[in-house]
């Protein structure tokens, strides 16, 4: 190629879009499956039970039932008065799990 031939530009794609097949290549698709739904029910939890967003974190997925690790009994109180509406919204939710239950469990210090 001279410096007079105009260079050929690839298509640009988001960095979202790359991400799932650069995963599934590195031998990285279910860490990046479980950060995805990580980060999609703390943004549910910010939204939708700001009163424990921080003080709680999704930690997996068993079946149908997401559990879920509270800092304080409290902060589990409000999750579980909220199951039906965070469930609800994690199951409809792009980076969300077909999940119909939440169990919580308080983190010991």
């Known amino acids: 190629m001279t410096d007079e031939e105009p260079r050929r530009r690839r298509r640009m794609s988001r960095i979202g879009e790359l991400m799932p097949t650069a995963a ?3 031998g990285l698709a279910d860490e990046l499956r479980r950060a995805r739904l990580l980060a999609t029910f703390d943004a549910i939890v910010a939204e939708r039970t700001p009163a424990a967003h921080g003080a709680c974190r999704a930690l997996r997925i068993e079946g149908e ?3 879920v690790e509270a800092d304080a009994p409290i902060v ?6 909220h199951a039906d ?3 609800g919204a994690f199951r409809a939710a ?3 799990a ?4 939440l169990r919580v469990t308080v983190r010991r210090r």
């Open 76 to 81: 589990g109180q409000e999750l579980l008065l």
């Open 24 to 26: 599934a290549r590195l």
């Open 85 to 87: 509406e965070l469930t």
């Open 65 to 67: 039932t997401l559990l």
């Open 98 to 101: 077909p999940v119909r239950q």
């Open 94 to 96: 792009p980076g969300g």
